[in-house]
């Protein structure tokens, strides 16, 4: 049977960058399924993502790691290889709120997400008869507001023990420590419920409608030490007016927090997003 690998790499612009590439493949047997690529010209950087196609047995992702290495040395490139065989572990984390979690849940029920879902982490016990309906292990880890430590220690613990390769805050409304982000740098996401960069933080919806503003969003983002600042990997918005409070305002951008976090989760997990500074490019 066929193997299927993806690689993903960015560096500085130069010449020969997709020749070597392609070269590389065809000298291992292998061909190109799909090809992205990208030349910014404000940063001078070259991004590229490549599906590849191999006849059984020919190599396995080791053997082709090992051989690209010095070609990607010699191109200072920021690179990765990954089997798409092998599905992504993703650890799915919410407080109260059920609606993207429910969503996820949904998808994933119906196959749409190509992962494994070890379990779902919340410090509210609310949400655990929905994942367990699901046949997934429910954590409920409280968090002590005089001293949340031990909650993050334990869901340290859980990310480690089920080897996670990503972690999804399905509204998980405590704030990470720096210590889990940089471990997980750019393997957490996180639904933030409005167009950022405007009204990041608590409580968005009800800003949104102190400000008057005309459109609501939601942006799906990596998760750094700063509070939704991250590199952002979807967003999408939806029309309000005068007329809606900011209840409609939560009922309206709850479509829209759904279908942008499971649109970025899946790009995440098909390695279409390449994250170069405090941006990404989207082979979507
Ligand atoms: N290190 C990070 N952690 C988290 C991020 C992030 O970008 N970096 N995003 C948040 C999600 N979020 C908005 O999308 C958010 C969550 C929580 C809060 C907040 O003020 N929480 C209070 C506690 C609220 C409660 O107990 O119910 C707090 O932590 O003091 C603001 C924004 C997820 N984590």
Redesign the pocket.
């Known amino acids: 049977m066929e193997r299927r690998f993806r690689l993903i790499l960015a560096c500085p612009d130069r010449l020969g960058i997709v020749a070597m590439v392609s070269n590389f493949i065809s000298s291992h047997g292998g061909s190109i399924a799909d090809a992205n690529q990208h030349s910014d010209s404000s940063t001078g950087w070259f991004f590229m993502r490549v599906e590849i196609v191999t006849a059984s047995g020919s190599f396995d992702r080791e053997q082709l790691i090992e051989q690209f290495t010095p070609i990607a040395q010699s191109f200072k490139m920021q690179w990765e290889i990954t089997d798409s065989s092998v599905p992504k572990k993703v650890i799915l984390m919410a407080?109260r709120d059920s609606h993207c979690l429910a969503d996820l849940l949904y998808r994933y029920h119906e196959g749409e997400l190509d992962c494994e879902i070890p379990c779902v982490i919340s410090n509210h016990d609310d949400l655990r008869s929905m994942v367990e309906w699901h046949g997934i292990p429910y954590h409920h880890v409280p968090?002590d507001k005089e001293d949340k430590q031990p909650h993050f220690d334990r869901v340290h613990q859980l990310i480690v023990e089920h080897e996670a390769d990503t972690v999804v805050?399905a509204r998980?409304?405590?704030?990470?420590p720096s210590t889990v982000?940089e471990l997980y740098r750019h393997r957490i996401i996180?639904?933030?419920?409005s167009f950022l960069p405007s009204f990041a933080?608590?409580k968005p919806y009800h800003q949104a409608h102190e400000r008057g503003v005309k459109l609501i969003g939601a942006t799906c983002h990596y998760?750094?030490?700063e509070?939704?600042?991250?590199p952002i990997i979807d967003q999408d918005v939806v029309r309000v007016s005068h007329r809606d409070q900011p209840q409609e305002m939560v009922r309206l951008g709850k479509d829209v927090e759904k279908t942008v976090l499971s649109r970025g989760l899946r790009w995440h997990l098909d390695d279409r997003v390449l994250v170069h500074g405090n941006k990404t490019v989207v082979f979507n």
């Open positions: 407080s968090v805050l998980y409304m405590q704030i990470l982000c996180n639904i933030h419920h933080g608590a998760v750094t030490e509070l939704d600042a991250g």
